[in-house]
């Protein structure tokens, strides 16, 4: 398989001064530009020389996870015996897998001790996973907007989402259409109802730009909406929205076992979950939940809160808060 | 047009012992049943001889909103002008068409005074737009689990069910695939996260039952929407889901220019609004606002809570607190 990569700074001799960096469901391995003429990334402005994760300290490494399309293999790249995109010949992957794959990738490039895995979201799961599947080389986690396990609401709204994409896939389309409706409801989920409020209100747009149809946008916050799943549908593959949803419904800290926990105790690794007040997909709740399941483990975590009107997406918006909790991370 | 009600109890000589009960989207006439060998209703136990809603006492009628497919006409009834289905030739209607309707129908029942107008949800719009729309005529509401204004978030939900359905038409369905998606998402909102943590957990289906598909049926949680989404489509007409959510979307009542507000002042109505302390489709915060908001224009209007785990739906489920709640606003 293949895998894409990006990596910021130098790693030192000794491999001992990498920083890994999880992507969300939807994002890739470019995290930040690496200078004034590349595009921008995910969390931009917090990578680079004299930015939180300063570049000229730090070896940073994000890659694109397994199941993705951002270059990384996943089900719409070539199968290797026709050709032809895997489609479901695919097989269903877990968050196991693809911090399995990104092991591999630190091997390669020589690192030997990750002094912190970062993430939000679906990258707070391998974030927490690289913990409990290599405790000798992590010494910190941070875990932004991430659960101990999907809760059966947050399971809920991905089916919904893959329920569309199938609907689409079985009436003949592409599944791009169904996954822009998987990215509507998602998006809803990603942000918070006061945030709504404040932005769209009951603003209608204006009626001369709308369909004839009676069903035609009517209002501000579904135009917005509709732009968002249009935007998705032009980057990214329907068949990668249904198998990284469904590993992350399957993440579950606690089917590691006694032994890994022991393993984690002994490494020494030491985890820092954030939690976003307004968050309603993996609301703050499960993230002190998180925290206090890791404790009763025998593992060093400490709780930290994001304040923010923007709900779960605020671990991408709120660069100062989150900027903040990168320092406190790395004084663990 | 036809419509299609139930009623019980007696209207006393005068017609002003009425009391008026307004379903919610999906819901139909028949509240309750009429005796022991008719079938339950959506709010059984709630109407009868004894009951909070004492047909001893009170003259009770439902009737089927304007835009369903439970007798009353809608897009799905056929058009006067070629027997067909409208489907999208039936116009766009409003809460405010659905109480205009209900008034014809009052006036050809004899009732000329309302002791009290009771709905939750789209049926609470229903009670809060009769108190504006005929106050003259209106004594009482008791709205549950409706807000002032369908918040933008509300309309989001609404906006991805619609959009599933129409997914479903565009691409030669009849909608019932799609409406059961938008029911699936929809039962999330009626319901809570704890919920759904204390009934499914992470609990698995037997896997030899699920198709052999990569991405069948997983979890308890998922068949628990997916049962949803096919109980209603054996139920429920998609175009009927498509306008009915459109009206909900628009309410506002807000739209009541200052003349109506001034009649229902001097029409002495008294409003009681009930919020659910754990409901996401329309927190419990909304309808305090709600009451707020009733009070700056000089409605008199006192908030009540249900506490329970059930969330949107609790007003269907928690049937002691609101029967106690009917009492409280018949007392008012």
Partial sequence: MEVAFETYGEL????????????ALTGDAHPASHGEEDRPGWWEGMVGPGLPLDTRKWFIVCSNVLGSC?????????????????????????????????????????????????????????????ALSAPAMVERVLALA???ASSPQAI?????????????????????????????LAMITYRSGDEFR???????????????????????????LHHQGEKLVRRFHPLSYLYLTRAMDDFD????????????????????????????????????????RLKQR??????????????HDAFLIEKEATGALFAKALSM
Avoid at 79 to 91: A, I, K, S, W
Avoid at 162 to 176: P, S, V
Avoid at 201 to 224: A, I, K, N, T
Avoid at 298 to 311: K, L, M, N, R, T
């Fill in 70 to 130: 951002y270059g990384t293999t996943g089900p719409a790249s070539p199968h290797p015996g026709d050709g032809l995109p895997y489609g479901f010949r695919f097989p269903l992957i877990t968050v196991g897998d693809i911090v399995r794959v990104q092991r591999e990738l630190a091997r390669y490039l020589g690192i030997r001790r990750l002094a912190l895995v970062v993430g939000g979201s679906l990258g707070a799961m391998q974030a927490l996973e690289w």
């Fill in 198 to 224: 404040m932005r769209f209100g009951r603003e209608e747009v204006d009626p001369s730009l709308g369909e004839p149809h009676p069903f035609r946008l009517q209002y501000q916050v579904e135009s917005y």
């Fill in 146 to 148: 991430g659960p101990f």
């Fill in 253 to 292: 800290l606690g089917r590691h076992g006694e032994e890994a926990w022991e393993k984690a105790r002994r490494g020494g690794v030491k985890i820092m979950a954030a939690g976003i007040d307004t968050d309603i997909l993996y609301p703050a709740a499960e993230v002190r939940e998180l925290v206090l």
């Fill in 156 to 184: 809920a709204w991905n089916e919904v989402g893959r329920q569309a994409i199938l609907l689409d896939l079985e009436r003949g389309g592409t599944g791009a259409r169904g996954m822009a409706i998987a990215r509507m």
């Fill in 298 to 311: 025998g593992i060093p975590a400490v709780y930290e809160e994001i304040q923010s009107i923007h709900g």
């Fill in 12 to 23: 030192e001799e000794g491999g001992e001064n990498a920083i890994w960096v999880c992507h």
